[in-house]
C-alpha cells in the first residue's frame, strides 16, 4: 500500500489526492490490529477502506470530520499508483 495515493471524492463535490505514508499504515494497523493490508481489498472491507482514508486525511491536515461521522461525508476513494502520469501531490479541488 505504501506508495500509492488515494484519491477522496466528498459528497459535496470536494476531491484531495493523499498519499499513503508509514504514518497512515500505522494508524490504520493500530485501528485494525492483526490484519493485513492488502487484505482489504478482496473482497472489499468497506469500512477499512474508508479508515484508511481517514487516517490519510488527518495525516495530510485535511479537516475531516470526526470518525465514524466522516463515513457518511464519503462519496468514493480511489487507490492511485503515484507513477501516475499527471499524478500530483496532495490537492485540493
Same mark, same amino acid.
Given at each position: 500500500m505504501i506508495g500509492l495515493d488515494l484519491r477522496i471524492t466528498f459528497n459535496d463535490g470536494t476531491e484531495h489526492t493523499v498519499p499513503i505514508t508509514y504514518g497512515? +499504515?500505522? +494508524?490504520? !494497523?493500530d485501528e485494525h490490529p492483526g490484519q493485513p493490508m492488502n487484505g482489504m481489498l478482496s473482497p472489499p472491507r468497506f469500512k477499512q477502506i474508508l479508515n484508511l482514508a481517514y487516517q490519510a486525511c488527518r495525516k495530510a491536515n485535511i479537516t475531516v470530520k470526526m470518525w465514524p461521522h466522516f463515513i457518511d461525508t464519503v462519496k468514493d476513494v480511489e487507490f492511485?499508483?503515484?507513477?501516475?502520469?499527471?499524478?500530483? !501531490?496532495?490537492t485540493q479541488t
Open positions: 497512515v +499504515a500505522i +494508524a490504520w !494497523e492511485i499508483p503515484k507513477d501516475s502520469p499527471g499524478q500530483q !501531490e496532495t
